[in-house]
């Protein structure tokens, strides 16, 4: 490929820059100019430049961005960067079979579509085209409590297993009519969400704003920048936007939901093991070690240099599930390495979504899933009952 001015200041720039994440997701071979073929994509980091190419700059940073400068988004990826797995050079893995069983549910492989919001920002159909994708896949798909369709048409678009997932937000009431619908339309678990007790601030959001704002003239760039009331609690405002969304969220609300429904009910957002104490204590079904795709806590740890310390704390006694940063077979065989039963992807399903549709949030997970079956057969893994600790080295910094 020739080394056009535009490549030539994009890599001076990555260089400036210095950031292991803008060089971890740098792909020497992408063309920019071009809009590749579905069919030309190699990895789940290659759709996003095309779904950046296609969605607005705002819809792209609310999708691709995370809290403040975005420490524990790097932290994220690069904990997976820091292990290495240990190869096996002889071992009959002529079979792979990665399939398991999740809360009753039969999946072709340990690799599902996180609950993310919005998707109708990035495809007219939103959900439903996800759905498609991640059916035709084969693979189990969370819908978010704040999904831009309603739980019963997404239901109706595709016929794949489908979780719910739910936040409180103060109103019982909603949460409760949401985990109805969830129960009339087959949806096989509950999925609360437990760390967004506040909003939070985004470096990109921010600065997205004010963009659009000082394009809009200088009053509405006047209004963008004075302190903004808070639209969560009535009783108070706060100001710089701080919204407290779930403040008053109690471990009592695993009971009550309990009364709402016999589906399990996994707890996501737990990134400790006193947490994870907590949640077996109180009877959960399973934990998602989660910080939100790196979008709430400013510092939160990675969540792969927190799995194993909750797994130990869990103790075999419930299911523990993973996300954030997962973007390539071996991330999940690294994660399943470290005790976690199946992993989650947030951002790829949705960079494939908006870079092709269905089809694209259908090869996200293909890809993964291929990446994975050849990460078990050069570590002698013919199953994932073989996947133990010991095929994982782990040196963070
Ligand atoms: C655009 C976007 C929206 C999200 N919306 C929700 C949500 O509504 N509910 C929720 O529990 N998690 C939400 N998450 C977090 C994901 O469920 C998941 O924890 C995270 O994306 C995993 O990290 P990854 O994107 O690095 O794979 C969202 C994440 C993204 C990227």
């Known amino acids: 490929m020739p080394l056009t001015r535009r490549a030539a200041i994009e ?71 820091w292990a290495t797995l240990i190869p096996r050079a002889v071992g009959d893995v002529a079979k792979i079979d990665s399939s398991l069983e999740l809360f009753g549910t039969r999946l072709d492989f340990p690799i599902f579509v996180a609950p993310t919001a919005g998707h109708a920002q990035l495809h007219n159909d939103g959900e439903q085209e996800t759905y498609r994708g991640a059916s035709a896949a084969g693979a189990l798909m969370a819908v978010s409590h704040n999904s831009s369709f309603p739980l019963d048409t997404i239901a109706k678009a595709a016929d794949g297993p489908q979780w719910a997932q739910l936040y409180v937000r103060r109103n019982p009431d909603t949460a409760r009519s949401r985990v109805d619908m969830a129960v009339d339309n087959g949806y096989l678990a509950i999925c609360l969400t437990v760390d967004t007790q506040w909003n939070s601030a985004r470096d990109r959001l921010t600065h997205d704003a004010n963009l659009s704002a000082t394009a809009a003239g200088p009053r509405r760039e006047r209004q963008a920048r004075r302190p903004r009331r808070s639209r969560g609690v009535q009783e108070k405002t706060y100001p710089y936007g701080l919204v407290p969304q779930d403040p008053d969220l109690d471990w009592s609300i695993i009971a009550k939901i309990r009364t709402w429904t016999d589906l399990p009910l996994l707890l996501k957002g737990i990134l400790t093991a006193e947490d994870a104490r907590l949640a077996v204590q109180h009877d959960v079904d399973g934990i998602i070690v989660s910080n939100h795709g790196a979008r709430y806590l400013a510092s939160a740890p990675a969540t792969f240099e927190v799995l194993e310390e909750v797994v130990e704390a869990v103790g075999g006694k419930l299911p523990v599930l993973l996300d954030g940063g997962v973007r390539r077979g071996t991330d999940v065989l690294k994660a399943l390495a470290l005790g976690a039963k199946a992993v989650a992807v947030g951002r790829p399903p949705l960079w494939g979504l908006g870079a092709y549709g269905a089809a694209g949030t259908q090869r996200v997970i293909e890809i993964l899933r291929a990446e994975l079956v050849l990460a078990m057969a050069h570590t002698g893994c013919a199953s994932l009952a073989a996947i133990n600790r010991g095929l994982v080295r782990t040196d963070f910094p």
């Open 11 to 81: 890599r001076f720039t990555l260089f400036l820059a210095g950031s292991p994440l803008l060089r971890g997701q740098y792909m020497s071979r992408a063309d920019h100019e071009r809009i590749p073929s579905l069919d030309e994509i190699a990895s789940v980091l290659e759709f996003e430049p095309v779904a950046r190419a296609k969605i607005t700059q705002t819809s792209y940073d609310y999708v691709t961005g995370g809290v403040e400068s975005e420490f524990s988004l790097r932290r994220n990826r690069e904990a997976f960067d």
